[in-house]
């Protein structure tokens, strides 16, 4: 069955990096573009962006341009969402996202969720 | 962008039937999707284009709406249903997410 299992939580301070993982599996890697969405503390979902899975090629909506960096391990059928520069404001919960099928645009299948604490 | 509006809350009993809605700001043709999230879980797929079930989600669950203006109705609401619900569109870019309505039941 399709699945995408995220890394675990993080704890970082402003001003450093950290990198979260999506490990893909069920299905060829390669067909089906990986999506990146956040969730801040009790608030709403907002899109960041997705990659090309067969490119590499990223696309990033317009508030994470920037310190965000999308990429991929396709040997390992792995996504990654790297985030230099730490700020408070990125305490969240980030999930990896993939559509049912190429051609939609809903979000059919979800990674877990990697909650990122930034905190001095 | 495309703003989507929810109500914040909703209280329903359960057996009754709720409506949840999600307005946007500009038109996004049929291109609306419901999401259920509950705590500390991903969201999971309910509706995809506004009125088409997701695989294996009960029949209890439906939507209606095109354009601007979209419904999410449960019936009959049961225990389990205590979720935030979202809705999103992917008509225009950067596809967008309402800010959720958070289904409690009394």
């Known amino acids: 069955q399709i699945q995408l299992v995220q890394s675990g939580p993080e704890l970082k301070k402003p001003g450093e990096s950290v990198k979260i993982s999506c490990k893909a599996s069920g299905y060829t890697f390669t067909d089906y573009a990986m999506h990146w969405v956040k969730q801040a503390p009790g608030k709403g979902l907002k899109w960041m962006g997705w990659i090309n899975t067969y490119t590499g090629k990223p696309t990033y909506a317009d508030d994470f341009k920037g310190r965000f960096v999308f990429s991929l391990e396709a040997s390992a059928t792995t996504a990654n969402l790297q985030i230099s520069n730490l700020k408070n404001e990125d305490t969240a919960t980030y999930f990896c996202?993939?559509?049912?099928?190429?051609?939609?645009?809903?979000?059919?299948?979800w990674g877990q969720g990697t909650l990122v604490t930034v905190s001095s | 962008d495309t703003v989507l509006t929810q109500s914040p809350a909703l209280a329903v009993s359960p057996g009754e039937r709720v409506s949840i809605s999600c307005r946007a700001s500009?038109?996004?043709?049929?291109?609306m999707h419901w999401y259920q999230q509950k705590p500390g879980q991903q969201p999971k797929l309910l509706i995809y284009k506004a009125s088409n079930l997701a695989s294996g989600v009960p029949a209890r669950f439906s939507g209606s709406g095109s354009g601007t203006d979209f419904t999410l109705t449960i019936d009959p609401v049961e225990a389990d249903d205590t979720a935030t619900y979202f809705c999103q569109q992917s008509w225009n870019d950067p596809r967008t997410f309402g800010g959720g309505t958070k289904l409690e039941l009394k």
């Open positions: 500009e038109g996004v043709n049929s291109y």
């Open positions: 996202a993939r559509l049912p099928h190429p051609g939609t645009n809903w979000f059919a299948y």
